[in-house]
């Protein structure tokens, strides 16, 4: 009988040692920092997200801890055109390389393309999925088609134009002029 891999207390070393896999579904309320940004009366949908572990050698042959991490939910925004809720699609696709100390991943985020992170007997892998969800927000959400024509002009009945001003260097530019 295999033990149940919990993904708020994953360890990571084992789970990538023997090639394992995750996946679930999770009640958007569990994430509590994705609750703010939505604007619509119904919170974040379900998450859905899966995970995968891997030794991989480095450059120099030695064996590096990896796991592949994807999720994707539909969360409710504002439409930054018409100003109306809508909902949005987001999903990420990525993989993290694991150390074992935070000096070492300090030391080698600077100077490595892939995310460093270290691993933990006890890793909260929703936590990592609620962050790269954070990281996934457009940061101007639209509808592709808004319900509504969106109002492009302001009609205010008080609205005065004001007079056109002269600029001074409009002025200065008269003085160039050679008189006749």
């Not at 801890?65 to 055109?81: D, E, F, K, Y």
């Not at 935070?102 to 600077?110: C, F, G, P, Y």
């Not at 890793?123 to 457009?138: I, K, N, R």
Request: charged share 25%; glycine share 6%.
């Amino acid at each position: 009988m295999t033990a149940e891999l919990n993904p708020r207390r994953l360890a990571i070393v084992p789970f990538a040692q023997t090639g394992a896999r995750l996946s679930g579904v999770r009640n958007g309320s569990e994430f509590g920092r994705l609750l703010p940004e939505p604007a619509g009366s119904h919170g974040v949908g379900q998450v859905f997200f899966e995970a995968f572990g891997e030794l991989r050698r480095n450059a120099q042959g030695a064996m590096s801890t990896w796991i592949g991490l994807a999720a994707r939910t539909t969360m409710p925004m504002v439409c930054q055109r018409c100003l109306e809720p809508v909902d949005v699609d987001i999903d990420f696709s990525r993989e993290f390389r694991f150390v074992a100390t935070e000096a070492q991943a300090e030391l080698e985020d600077d100077q490595s393309e892939e995310d460093v992170l270290v691993s933990a007997p006890d890793f909260d892998l929703l936590a990592l999925v609620e962050d790269e969800l954070l990281m996934a927000l457009p940061p101007s959400p639209k509808h592709q088609r808004c319900p509504r024509p969106v109002k492009l002009a302001v009609a205010d009945k008080d609205f005065v134009v004001a007079e056109e001003v002269v600029s001074p260097f409009a002025v200065l530019g008269q003085l160039k002029t050679p008189k006749v």
